[in-house]
């Protein structure tokens, strides 16, 4: 099991930036895939990005491909996302989440989830 925390959410207007953070407790870190997910009002929650756990492997929803970009720091137990060019539709929750599967859109496949951190994208 490990524990994760979000954080780096909030407002921004369109065309801007923020980096969502989240940071894992445990020792294993480093042997997850993480991926962040996200949730918007009245929607089914949807795959955002995936890392493998060595970073040698990104993968990206084609809505945010070339807009967001996901890395991580196993020294710091972190993982992040960029978030440029932002879009009214990509307000939402975001969510982390950590799974010792390869790589997968499912949110089912993940064992472990944070809270999550809101993002609002103003028009």
């Known amino acids: 099991q490990v524990q994760l925390v979000e954080s780096g959410g909030g407002l921004v207007q369109a065309g801007g930036s923020l980096r969502l953070s989240c940071a894992a407790s445990?020792?294993?870190?480093?042997?997850?895939?993480m991926g962040w997910f996200r949730q918007a009002p009245g929607k089914e929650r949807e795959f955002v990005a995936a890392?493998?756990?060595?970073?040698?492997?990104?993968y990206y929803a084609g809505s945010v491909k070339g807009r967001f970009t996901i890395s991580r720091d196993n020294a710091k137990n972190t993982v992040y996302l960029q978030m440029n060019s932002l879009k009214p539709e990509d307000t939402a929750v975001y969510y982390c989440?950590?799974?010792?599967?390869?790589?997968?859109?499912?949110?089912?496949?993940?064992?472990?989830w944070g809270r999550g951190t809101q993002v609002t994208v103003s028009s």
């Open positions: 445990g020792r294993t870190f480093s042997t997850y895939t």
């Open positions: 890392i493998s756990w060595s970073g040698g492997n990104r």
């Open positions: 989440a950590a799974t010792y599967r390869d790589y997968s859109q499912s949110a089912n496949e993940y064992d472990n």
